[in-house]
Structures are given as structure tokens and as C-alpha cells.
């Protein structure tokens, strides 16, 4: 069972940084297509971004396009997102959460990913 831990939310001003790291257990880490989603207080929970197992091929949300990046150390089995000029809307629970399957198939849909770590709060003052 992959278990995933993600750290590095906090509160800051809008335009700050921050990065959030996703550990995650698993022989076969390098294999896995990982995702960050975010989930804001009376909202479902979105997409932020993915990034293939080999760290080639990444994808964002349009709302993050430009602002933040997701990386991936498979050494330490870690995927990270810098997140940059940070924005009021960007408060919500941050998730990291492993791709089900090897397709790219609808990868922006939360049911398409499995092994939820527990959130990290990042909250943007305006």
C-alpha cells in the first residue's frame, strides 16, 4: 500500500511562495503518474497539476498555468509544486495523490487517482 505524506503549506501574502512536498512510499515510485489537487472550503475538489513517472511530461490547470511548477525526485520519492505569486484564490487544501492507471485518460479527475496523502493548508492573504 503506497502511503503519501504531503508538508510545506502555511500562510503567506499574495504574491509570496511556497513549496509543497509530497512523500510517497513504494518501490515502483518512478512509475507513477502523480497529482496535486487543491480543495477550497464549499468547493469540490479540483486539478492543479500531474507529472508522468519519468518527470518528462507535466500538466496544469489553466488557473496555475505560468505561476506554479510541479518536479519529482524519484531518489527520494518526492514530487514537489513551487508555487509562485500566490494568489487569495489559491486557499484550500493542497493533495497529493497517485494516478490509478498508466493512461492519460481524463487526468484531470480526481476519481482517476488513489492513495490520498492528508492535506496541507495553504492559506494566501490578501
Known amino acids: 500500500q503506497v502511503q503519501i505524506v504531503e508538508s510545506g503549506g502555511g500562510l503567506v501574502q499574495a504574491g509570496a511562495s511556497l513549496r509543497l512536498s509530497c512523500a510517497a512510499s513504494g518501490r515502483t515510485f518512478s512509475t507513477y503518474f502523480m497529482g496535486w489537487f487543491r480543495q477550497a472550503p464549499g468547493k469540490e475538489r479540483e486539478f492543479v497539476a500531474a507529472?508522468?513517472?519519468?518527470?518528462?511530461?507535466?500538466f496544469y490547470a489553466d488557473s496555475v498555468k505560468g505561476r506554479f511548477t510541479i518536479s519529482r525526485d524519484n531518489a527520494k520519492n518526492t514530487v514537489y509544486l513551487q508555487m509562485n505569486t500566490l494568489k487569495p484564490e489559491d486557499t484550500a487544501v493542497y493533495y497529493c495523490?497517485?494516478?490509478?492507471?498508466?493512461?492519460?485518460?481524463?487526468?484531470?479527475?480526481?476519481?482517476?487517482?488513489?492513495?490520498w496523502g492528508q492535506g496541507t493548508q495553504v492559506t494566501v492573504s490578501s
Open positions: 495523490a497517485r494516478r490509478k492507471t498508466y493512461t492519460l485518460v481524463n487526468y484531470f479527475l480526481a476519481d482517476g487517482y488513489t492513495n
Open positions: 507529472i508522468s513517472g519519468s518527470g518528462d511530461s507535466t
